[in-house]
């Protein structure tokens, strides 16, 4: 076989190879792409609407908090897990992506892993703010536990197995993305201690923050339990 022959023949095996990786590669990006789309981001039905949240609220057991002085943010686990049952578990993205994916705006995915979130805009619940999100700068997005970690663990986590905390962690019927700054104002405060700036979204918060009590079996303290009853109260017919 001649020179120009042989080089003929290797253009044409690797063009060939080429395309098959080149194929390989679209057909794994279209089944990862497939499995996050098919994994939903929030629970049917959640956050319950106020009148549902109110029955919700009277069913809670009352009770003041329990073992504050052991609570780690360790006992939850050490960093956003994926291997959990929770909602927006085992879809292959790590939780505060599917998080951004949910509640950005004017939203870019990567195209080779759909998990990657490249930019958005994320209009705070709990100020209004319109915050712009990029994947290599440093933004003013925080992901918020709305019951928060030690306020859950106080109200009945602390005798959870480290499997149910690390769901619940993880879960984004808990989560928000919301402006940093206000969330570190929030910390672990209940929501007789804290209540969004925005007035606008209290009557939301109070039906999610009553959601996720009662979808985890949580307590409530008499006056978180007073302070709830008057968030839903005021919320629109």
């Keep these: ?106 939203l870019r995915e990567g195209d080779r892993n759909p998990c990657v979130v490249l930019s958005g805009v994320l209009h705070d619940p709990y100020t209004g703010k319109a915050l712009p999100y990029s994947y290599r700068r440093a933004s003013q997005i925080q992901t918020d536990h709305v019951v928060a970690l030690g306020a859950a663990w106080r109200a009945g986590a602390y005798a959870w197995t480290p499997r149910r905390r690390l769901e619940y962690a993880n879960d984004l019927d808990v989560l928000l993305a919301v402006d940093k700054q206000t969330n570190q104002d929030k910390g672990s405060r209940t929501a007789d201690k804290w209540v969004p700036p925005r007035q606008a979204y209290r009557c939301e918060y109070a039906r999610r923050y009553v959601g996720i009590k009662a979808k985890y079996a949580l307590s409530v303290t008499p006056p978180e339990q007073s302070a709830l009853r008057a968030l839903l109260a005021a919320c629109p017919p």
């Excluded at 044409?12 to 089944?31: N, Q």
């Design 1 to 106: 076989m001649g020179r120009r022959a042989v080089l003929l023949a290797l253009t044409v095996v690797a063009a060939l190879t080429g395309c098959h990786h080149d194929d390989e590669a679209a057909r794994a990006r279209a089944s990862a792409a497939g499995l996050v789309a098919r994994v939903p981001l929030a629970s049917a039905g959640f956050p319950p609407d106020a009148a549902t949240a109110g029955r919700l609220l009277a069913g809670l057991k009352v009770e003041w908090g329990r073992n504050w002085q052991t609570y780690r943010r360790e006992e939850f686990g050490r960093t956003w897990s994926d291997e959990t049952d929770a909602i927006g578990g085992r879809n292959g993205c790590d939780t505060r992506d599917d998080v951004l994916r949910r509640d950005l705006a004017e």
